[in-house]
């Protein structure tokens, strides 16, 4: 459906050109736009791999293992009903824990790795479990401490300091977590209650 979406809009863009008579601005356009996408793909590819390598060491050096062990406590009140020793529980923890460091890119196989453990060992049938729920929507609110793909953008348009964003990047992470998993709470006591 997207592709066909996709086709009928740049069908439109060049019948529009064609007929507005602007169709050289749009084959100028397509030519440029593709060369920023390519050295944008650069910039953020650099950006990856540096903060890539940093997250090797961070690993290599047993920074996130103890970010594990802090984070596992808070994680069992949110995760509830997971033994401490839970494997799902390692992998959601080491998953939160590559997120906030600003590794979505690592953070994504580690995600599917805990959302696979919690399958087995919860069980959940043809529905996804509350616990599964909430793995998705802390993935996909994403708290950065590092939110490194928004900085190297930032760089990339030239921004004199890329990070200076880092304090409203923190507050609507958490706020949008913590209202996006009270909606998942009440919407599974309202589900449990027959609402």
């Not at 086709?7 to 439109?12: G, K, P, R, W, Y």
């Not at 990856?48 to 047993?62: L, Q, Y």
């Not at 409203?168 to 449990?192: F, M, N, Q, R, Y």
């Amino acid at each position: 459906m997207i592709g066909y979406l996709l086709s009928f809009i740049i069908l439109a863009a060049v019948v529009c050109s064609v007929f507005g008579g602007t169709a050289q601005q749009v084959s100028a356009a397509v030519i440029s736009s593709g060369a920023d996408a390519v050295s944008l793909t650069l910039t953020l590819a650099g950006a990856m791999a540096v903060w890539g390598g940093v997250m090797r060491i961070a690993e290599k050096s047993g920074l996130t293992k103890n970010l594990t062990k802090v984070l596992k406590p808070i994680l069992r009140f949110v995760f509830r009903g997971l033994d401490r020793d839970s494997r799902a529980l390692g992998a959601i923890a080491m998953n939160v824990s590559a997120n906030l460091l600003g590794l979505g890119n690592a953070a994504t196989p580690l995600g599917i790795e805990a959302m696979k453990q919690l399958e087995r060992e919860e069980k959940p049938g043809e529905r996804a479990s509350l616990n599964m729920i909430k793995l998705a929507v802390i993935n996909a609110c994403s708290v950065e401490l590092i939110p490194t793909t928004v900085a190297a953008l930032r760089a990339r348009a030239g921004s004199a300091s890329p990070l200076d964003i880092l304090p409203c990047v923190i507050i609507v992470s958490v706020c949008s977590l913590a209202a996006a998993l009270t909606a998942a709470e009440l919407l599974e006591i309202g589900d449990k209650h027959g609402h």
